[in-house]
C-alpha cells in the first residue's frame, strides 16, 4: 500500500477570529472542507484493506458477557485515589475529565469523597425515616419509595472543594481531571423529595431539613427547606441502574447544583428543624475566612466553571496545524449561556460551540477549531452562565476572597502550548 | 418503635382520567398530595432513629476503587445472553429494560448482537479506510481521527429484529427486557461521517456507501450515501469513555434511528459505490416477504415503539392502590410527541407524562399514576412520534405484514395485572 503523508492545510478557511489562531466555532458545519491538517494517510488510487491479514479477523472474538467492562487497554481511564492514611476509607478519587468526551460520566468513573468508607447496606433493610418537625413523621422501605411518582434529570454533581489546588502559590503539575475532577454529570432518577416532606407535613416553622447518611461517619448536613421543596430529588438509580455503592447504594440526596456534601449518600435520615445543626461540615469546613475579616458560610451554590480538556497538561501536541479544543462548562445557577475561549493568554476571546442540547444544572460539552502556529500558546476559557455570571479571572478571585480559601475555586484555568507541544498547567 | 400501617387511601385526587383507574398525567406535580397508598409507615411521635444499631454504620466501610462497580446486591440486573451453540460467539444479549429508570442504558448492560465474538483490536494499530469512488483515497489511524471535530448525542441503538417473540401465535412469557431489550441508549461522541467523506471527496456517481468491521465474520451492510452524510457519526465514546470492546472498541458506526445492523462495530473500512453490495444481512436477513407478495427490502428506519417498563411481567404487585406506570418511547423518525396509556386493554387511553427534555433519536421516559382497583387489569402503552405516526395494535400489524414477518415488530405490547397482583404478556 503506497502512502503519502501530506503536510499542506488548505488554508483559505483558516482566517482567525481571535488571537492564536482560533478559528470560527461554526467552521466544521461548512460542507467540503479538506482538513488535511490533522494528519490522514492518502492512499495510493488502487488500494484495498488487505484485511485477510489482521489477526483479530482470522479467529473468533471472545463471548458474550453479562455486564461489560471497558477495554483492558484503557488501563489509564481510572480515577485516581488519594486516601488518608490514618483514617480508613478517607479520601478523594477523581473523574479523568482529560480521557473523556460528552457530557455523560460513566458511573464507574464517576467522582468520590467519603470519610469513612463506603458502608454495604442491605437494599431490604434500608429506611429512609423523615421525623423532626412534621405532622406525621415517616418511615419508607426503598420499595415503598420505589411506588412513589419519578423522575429523572441529567446533572452535574462537584465537591465544594474542586479544583482546591488553585488556591496554591505555584501551579500544580498534573492531569485536567486531577486539577478540576471532583465533579462528574450523571442521569439521577428518584422521587421528588417534596413529595415525602408533602406526606410527611412539615410544620411551617421549620426552616431546614438535615439530612444524615448511614456510613460509619455518620455525615449529616443542613439544607435550607426552600431548596429542599424546590427541586431535590431521593435518587434510587444513576445513569439507568440503581446507584452505585460509592455513590450511595441504595438512596442519595441530590441537591441540584450545591455542593456535593449536600448531596448524602447512604441517604437514611431527614430531620425538619428551626435552625441548622451546625456539623463539622458546615462550621470547621465550607466556612472561610474573607480579607474584610467576615467570614464565608452556607456558600451552597457551585458557581460557573469551564475546563479545556483537550488539549491539556500531560499531553503533547505532535505539531502545528489544525486541532479541536474542547472542554466542559458547567453552573449550579442554570443554564450555559456562553462559552469564550482564548489561545492567547486572555488578551483576545472568541465564542466556542456549545454541544446541544445545553441543559440546566448539567455539564456542556464545548468545542471550538484552533490552528496551531507551532509557536508557545497559554489556552483558556471562560464559561458564562444564563444569569450573567462570568468565571473569573485568578487574580480577581484571590483578590475578592482572599488567601485563606480552600472550597469554591472557581477560577479560569491556563495552559500553557510550549514550542515543543507539551501542554502544562500555568497561573496567567 | 411503635408503628401503623395507613391503609387508607385519600381519594379526592383519585379521579380517574381513563378506565381502569388511570390518573391525570399531572397528578404528582400538585403540592400537599397525600399518597398514603403508597404505603409507607407511620411512625410515633417521638420516634428516633436509633441508628446505632445498624451494622454497617458501627465500622468503616470498604475503600475507594478505580473503577466502580454495581452492588453485588443488583446481581439480575443483567444482560441475558442468547447464543448460538454451533458458531462461536453467535447470539445476543439483551438490556434488561425493566430493571432501569431514565434513559441512559449504562455501557455495561447495552445490548450485544455478535456474529462471530468480540475481537481484540489494538487500538494502536486499528485504521479507517475509506475508499472505492472517492477522489481520494485515506487511511486514519484512531489518533488521526480524534484531531477531527467532533460532536455527541443521546442515541436509541436498535437491533432490526428486536421484539420478534411477537411474531409468535402465542405470547412469551418473559422479563419485559427480554421480550423488548434488544435496545439501548447511549450518549455517542465521535467525528461526524460527512466531514471524513467531504476529505475522501465523493465521486457524484456514488449512491450507496459499504460499511465493514473488523470482526471475524467481516460484517459489512450498505447505506444509501444521502444517510451518511446527513447525520451519521464515527464514534470513539459512548457514555462519556471509550467505546466498549462489545460495543465496537475503538470505532463504530453510528447511523442515528436506523437498524442496529448498519452500526457496524469495529468499524475499518468504508467504501464508496453506485450499488448496494447485497451482503447477506440485506438479502438473505431484513428482507421479507409481505402478504400482497411483494418483498420488503432496505427497511432501514426503527418505526415509533413503546414499552410499559413498570409494571411488567415477571413482577407481582403487592396489593391494590396507587402506583406509577413508567415506560420508554422511542422513534426512528424524530422525537416522541406522546405516549397514551391504557389500563383496560386499549378501550380507552389517557396522556402520559413525558420526561424533559425529550430529545429526537433518543428514548423518551413516560410515566403516568394509576390507581389499581385490585381487580384484573390489561395494561398498554402506544407511542406516537412527530410526524404523527402511531404504533399499531398487533392485530393490524399482523394484517398488513403478514406472518412472514421476522424484524421491525413494533406493535402495541399488553400486560395482564391478575387479581393476585402477578403481571403476565397477553395478546389483546
Chains 1, 2 share one sequence.
Not at 469523597?113 to 442491605?122: A, K, S
Not at 485536567?176 to 412539615?202: K, M, N, R
Not at 441504595?250 to 425538619?272: M, S
Request: some cysteine.
Amino acid at each position: 500500500m503506497s502512502r503519502e503523508r501530506r503536510d499542506v492545510p488548505s488554508t483559505e478557511d483558516l482566517q482567525p477570529v481571535a488571537g492564536g489562531g482560533l478559528l470560527d466555532r461554526r467552521l466544521f458545519l461548512k460542507r467540503g472542507l479538506i482538513l488535511s491538517g490533522a494528519g490522514a494517510m492518502v492512499l495510493a488510487a488502487d488500494a484495498h484493506a488487505g484485511d485477510d491479514a489482521l489477526p483479530w479477523m482470522r479467529k473468533p472474538g471472545r463471548g458474550f458477557s453479562n455486564y461489560g467492562q471497558p477495554s483492558e487497554q484503557e488501563r489509564r481511564a481510572i480515577r485516581w485515589i488519594s486516601a488518608n492514611r490514618t483514617v480508613p476509607g478517607n479520601g478523594v478519587s477523581w473523574t479523568p475529565l482529560h480521557a473523556l468526551e460528552g457530557i455523560v460520566t460513566p458511573s464507574g468513573l464517576h467522582f468520590e469523597r467519603h470519610h469513612n468508607g463506603v458502608p454495604e447496606i442491605p437494599f431490604e433493610r434500608h429506611q429512609l425515616l423523615v421525623h423532626g418537625m412534621v405532622k406525621r413523621p415517616l418511615a419508607f422501605s426503598m420499595a415503598d419509595l420505589s411506588r412513589y411518582p419519578m423522575r429523572s434529570q441529567m446533572l452535574f454533581l462537584e465537591c465544594g472543594g474542586n479544583s482546591n489546588s488553585g488556591w496554591n502559590k505555584e501551579p500544580l503539575q498534573s492531569r485536567a481531571g486531577y486539577l478540576h475532577g471532583l465533579v462528574s454529570c450523571s442521569e439521577w432518577a428518584g422521587v421528588p423529595l417534596s413529595i415525602v416532606l408533602d406526606e410527611a407535613g412539615v410544620d411551617p416553622q421549620a426552616k431546614w431539613l438535615i439530612a444524615e447518611g448511614a456510613d460509619a461517619a455518620a455525615i449529616h448536613i443542613s439544607i435550607p427547606l426552600e431548596k429542599a421543596m424546590k427541586d431535590c430529588m431521593l435518587a434510587l438509580y444513576q445513569n439507568g441502574e440503581r446507584i452505585r455503592p460509592e455513590n450511595g447504594y441504595p438512596l442519595r440526596l441530590i441537591v441540584p447544583g450545591w455542593e456535593g456534601i449536600l448531596n448524602i449518600k447512604w441517604l437514611h435520615r431527614l430531620e425538619l428543624a428551626r435552625e441548622p445543626v451546625m456539623a463539622r461540615n458546615e462550621t470547621a469546613r465550607y466556612t472561610e475566612l474573607m480579607p474584610d475579616g467576615r467570614a464565608r458560610m452556607f456558600t451552597f451554590v457551585m458557581e460557573a466553571k469551564s475546563v479545556i480538556t483537550s488539549p491539556s497538561p500531560g499531553e503533547t501536541l505532535p505539531g502545528r496545524g489544525l486541532y479541536e479544543i474542547r472542554g466542559l462548562a458547567w453552573s449550579g445557577r442554570g443554564k450555559i449561556r456562553r462559552v469564550e475561549v482564548s489561545a492567547d493568554a486572555g488578551r483576545s476571546w472568541a465564542p466556542a460551540q456549545l454541544q446541544e442540547p445545553v441543559l440546566p444544572l448539567c455539564f456542556t460539552r464545548f468545542r471550538i477549531p484552533w490552528n496551531w502556529s507551532g509557536a508557545p500558546a497559554v489556552l483558556k476559557s471562560r464559561a458564562i452562565d444564563e444569569t450573567g455570571y462570568v468565571q473569573p479571572e485568578r487574580e480577581k478571585l484571590i483578590a475578592e476572597r482572599g488567601r485563606n480559601g480552600y472550597f469554591h475555586y472557581n477560577a479560569i484555568a491556563a495552559w500553557q502550548v510550549e514550542d515543543d507541544g507539551e501542554v502544562t498547567h500555568v497561573y496567567r
